[in-house]
Structure formats: structure tokens, C-alpha cells
């Protein structure tokens, strides 16, 4: 090798699970001068993964493997946000080692922990990967949008959810049936707890707020409803309405400190991110100056996580940096969670109700009495002695406001199942 020629990078890799055998794949097919693999890492060795890493180290101790001499820079594919994936980016960086991970959980539980101990071992560590899998959301916000002052950012970050409700609306058919078939063709867990019920999209939003706002992660402040709840009839309802449901991540500042949210939203069909459906994801980053800039494609498997894994390897290798959350982790600001109860905005509110003279008017006079305007209100079919749907919407409102009413209205004996509300967002 020449003078001046540095040689390449030793890469060790943590997990060869899906993602970890895709970064394995890429690099052996898109291979460049930069990085090798030189070390790699998993729980079975015996297990045939598809993949060739008799060149490299195996080991059976990750955490070993970050701390060892001859490893220059460390991957962490194993997942979860403790134990030996915390364990490997934690050694790794106290040996100043650059890491780089798609693992959501950590990021989301100990980023900011993390990303100081980086900076303090003047380490890099990129997460690319963790949100929204093959979209390059990270680099673009701290890099492309580098100039602007967001003023909201909100996406598609869960493909499992997008994929259940974009089934829904496609067949007609019910929440369970769909889940059903999505666990039968891989694209929801057995355990799915993870994805519908939202916690994987809000992983994914604590990292992005950080970058957007310049604030500490801060998971514990989202409010987080998944989408076990919403019916055929919702998604039915919302179509007539001029809505799609999309379970959406959105994060804002407001004078009270930082709203982040993710729930099911009504999104109007003629918005672009209402038609991002099935698996995948899609981000909207509002800017100051560049206006509104959407972001869509594949959130999640081997293929696309693996792109945003090496893309972040190609950026170390060649000492392109930028601090861990745009601004130095030591700035990141300790921003108040702006309580759910003071948001504001308009509501789809689904009943089923005996159809009896006077139910209307004391569903009426609940919203009344709390100040809640209505803006329209649909009765589906008429059967006296059986439960109708009964559906309103309102104009904006508060949280604390429509939850009272609601309250109230649940404990009409003519309501018969726990009134059904889903936020209507204005995208
Ligand atoms: N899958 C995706 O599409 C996707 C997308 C974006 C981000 N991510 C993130 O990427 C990470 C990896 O996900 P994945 O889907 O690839 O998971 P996975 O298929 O379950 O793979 C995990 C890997 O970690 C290995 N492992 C577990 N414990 C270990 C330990 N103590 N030491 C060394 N290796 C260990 C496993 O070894 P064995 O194979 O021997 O059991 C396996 O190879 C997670 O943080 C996930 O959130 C995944």
C-alpha cells in the first residue's frame, strides 16, 4: 500500500441475524477499500445463515469482541435495549471505538448516555438504521436540512402497522384476521405486541425528535396508543369522511414544551403520506425555510436496514462526522413533555347506540357541556331495539375537553360499547 493510503477500517460485526447477514451480503457484494470484516459474532455458530464469514474472528463473546485490539470499528445488529447489545456499544465506545447500530430500543432508551460517552471518546455513532430502516431520514435532517428550525415532524414509522391497516381498508376484514395473516407471511412477529400496540414507532420518534428539536431522547414523555382498536367499521367510516387510518409518529414544540405522540390518525386522502401503504414508511419533516419534504420507502428488512447500516460505515470510514444528534450531545436540551391532555385538534368519535328517541340529544348536550363543537354527525340505518353506529367529528378541541365528554357519553345506558376515538390530524 502507497504512503498516505490508510489502510482499511476492522470491522466486527454483533448479530447475524437478518440484518446483521444483509450488512454481511452488502459488503461482500458492494465491497470497497474502506472497511473489512474482520470479526463477527452471534449466539450459535453452527446455525447456517447463508452467508460466508470463514475469513473472519468469530466470537463467542460480543462485549470481547468490541474491546478487542485488532477491531477498529463495531457494528451492533444484536437488538434490544439492554444486555449485550447495551454491553458491546458500551465497550466499544469507552475503547473509543466508532459504532454504528439500527437498533431502535437503545437509541431510544440510552441515546443520549450514549451519545455523550461518544462524543467524550471522540467516537462516532450512527443509527441510520434504527428509523425507518432504508430511508435516509437521519443524514437528512442533520444534513440536508441542516439550516432550517423544524416546526413539526410526523411519519409512517412502523411497516407492520401500515401493512395491517392498509390490509383492512384493501379486504374489508377485521383487525384479527389481518394480524393473523400478516404473522403467517412474516411481516408481523408472534409476538406482535411490539408494533401494534405503537412502541416500535415510538422508539423510532424519540430518535427523530432529537435530531429535529436538538432535545435529550426522551421516550417516557410520548404518548403511545397502537391500532388493536380500530375496526373495519372505522376504517369504513373514515373512507366515507375522506380519511385514511395511518398509525403515525408526530412531534412538535409547543409552548408547554414537546408534544410527541403516536396513535392512529384520520389522514386526508388527499394528503401524500395517506397513500404510503403496506409495509412501508414515510417521513415528513417540516422546515422553516424548505417547506415541507417527504421521505418514503422500505422501513424495514435485510436489504434496506443493511443500506443504512454500511451508509453509515462508509461515513466513518471516511471521517465524515457530524455529532450524534446534530447539535453536541451536551447541548441536547432538556425539554418539558407537553401533556397529551393539552393537545389540541379535531376528532372522529365512533358510538354504538340504542336508536330510542332522546339518545342524540344527551350525546348532544355532553359535548355542550364541555365545549366541544361538532361538525358533522352520521347515522347509519335505522333498527329500534338494536345498537347503530353513531359517528360525529369536531372542530378543534382540546384533549382534556373531549375525554370528559367521552366519558360522560360512555356511561349513557343507551351507549353500548366504549365510544371509539381516533384523532384527525391537519397534515
Ligand atoms: N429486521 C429488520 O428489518 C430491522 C430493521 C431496522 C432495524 N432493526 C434492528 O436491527 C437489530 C437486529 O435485528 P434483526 O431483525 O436482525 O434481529 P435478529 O434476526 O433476531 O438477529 C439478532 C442476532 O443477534 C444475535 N445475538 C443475540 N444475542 C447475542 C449475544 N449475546 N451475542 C452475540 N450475538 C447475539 C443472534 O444470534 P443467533 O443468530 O445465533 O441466534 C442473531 O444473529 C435490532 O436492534 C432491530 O431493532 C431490524
Keep these: 500500500m502507497g504512503a498516505g493510503v490508510k489502510p482499511p477500517l476492522r470491522?466486527?460485526?454483533?448479530?447475524?441475524?437478518?440484518v446483521g447477514a444483509g450488512v454481511v451480503r452488502l459488503l461482500q457484494q458492494n465491497g470497497n477499500l474502506l472497511v473489512v470484516l474482520a470479526a463477527v459474532s452471534a449466539r450459535d455458530r453452527a446455525r447456517d445463515r447463508g452467508i460466508d464469514v470463514a475469513a473472519a474472528r468469530w466470537f463467542d463473546d460480543a462485549t470481547a469482541m468490541a474491546a478487542d485490539p485488532d477491531i477498529d470499528i463495531v457494528v451492533e445488529l444484536i437488538g434490544g435495549a439492554e444486555g449485550s447489545a447495551r454491553g458491546v456499544v458500551e465497550t466499544a465506545l469507552e475503547h473509543g471505538k466508532p459504532v454504528v447500530t439500527a437498533n431502535k430500543a437503545l437509541m431510544a432508551r440510552h441515546g443520549?448516555?450514549?451519545?455523550?460517552?461518544?462524543?467524550?471518546?471522540?467516537a462516532g455513532l450512527a443509527f441510520e438504521a434504527a428509523v425507518a430502516g432504508g430511508i435516509p431520514v437521519i443524514k437528512t435532517l442533520r444534513e440536508g436540512l441542516a439550516a432550517n428550525t423544524f416546526t413539526r415532524i410526523y411519519g409512517i414509522l412502523n411497516g407492520t402497522c401500515n401493512y395491517i391497516l392498509t390490509?383492512?381498508?384493501?379486504?374489508?376484514?377485521?383487525?384479527?384476521?389481518?394480524?393473523?395473516?400478516?404473522?403467517?407471511?412474516?411481516?408481523?412477529?408472534?409476538d406482535p405486541g411490539f408494533d401494534i400496540d405503537g412502541i416500535d414507532a415510538a422508539h423510532k420518534l424519540a430518535i427523530l425528535s432529537s435530531v429535529a428539536f436538538g432535545s435529550a431522547v426522551d421516550f417516557d414523555g410520548i404518548h403511545v396508543e397502537g391500532i388493536r382498536h380500530i375496526s373495519a367499521l372505522d376504517i369504513e367510516f373514515a373512507a366515507d369522511l375522506g380519511y385514511r387510518i395511518k398509525l403515525l409518529g408526530l412531534a412538535r414544540l409547543t409552548e408547554r414544551g414537546i408534544e410527541q405522540r403516536v396513535h392512529p390518525c384520520m389522514v386526508p386522502r388527499a394528503t401524500p403520506i395517506a397513500h404510503v401503504d403496506g409495509v412501508f414508511n414515510a417521513v415528513v419533516a417540516e422546515g422553516d425555510f424548505a417547506g415541507r419534504v417527504l421521505l418514503q420507502g422500505r422501513g424495514a428488512g435485510a436489504e434496506p436496514t443493511a443500506s443504512a447500516v454500511v451508509a453509515d460505515l462508509l461515513d466513518i470510514a471516511a471521517e465524515r462526522r457530524t455529532p450524534t444528534f446534530a447539535v453536541p450531545a451536551s447541548a441536547l436540551r432538556k425539554l418539558p413533555a407537553s401533556p397529551m391532555l393539552h393537545h389540541e385538534g379535531a376528532y372522529y368519535v365512533r358510538l354504538m347506540v340504542f336508536d330510542r328517541p332522546g339518545v342524540i340529544a344527551d350525546i348532544t348536550a355532553a359535548l355542550r357541556d364541555e365545549q366541544v363543537s361538532l361538525e358533522s354527525m352520521i347515522q347509519r340505518g335505522r333498527a329500534p331495539g338494536e345498537a347503530v353506529p353513531v359517528v360525529l367529528t369536531t372542530h378543534i378541541t382540546e384533549e382534556a375537553a373531549m375525554r370528559r365528554a367521552l366519558d360522560r357519553i360512555a356511561g349513557?345506558?343507551?351507549?353500548?360499547?366504549?365510544?371509539?376515538?381516533?384523532?384527525?390530524e391537519d397534515l
Excluded: H
Aim: net charge neutral.
Design 11 to 18: 470491522l466486527a460485526i454483533a448479530g447475524l441475524g437478518t
Design 112 to 122: 443520549t448516555a450514549l451519545a455523550l460517552r461518544a462524543e467524550e471518546k471522540g
Design 167 to 190: 390490509t383492512m381498508r384493501e379486504s374489508r376484514r377485521d383487525f384479527a384476521s389481518v394480524l393473523a395473516e400478516a404473522q403467517k407471511l412474516g411481516y408481523a412477529e408472534a
Design 412 to 424: 349513557l345506558d343507551t351507549v353500548l360499547e366504549p365510544p371509539r376515538m381516533i384523532r384527525i
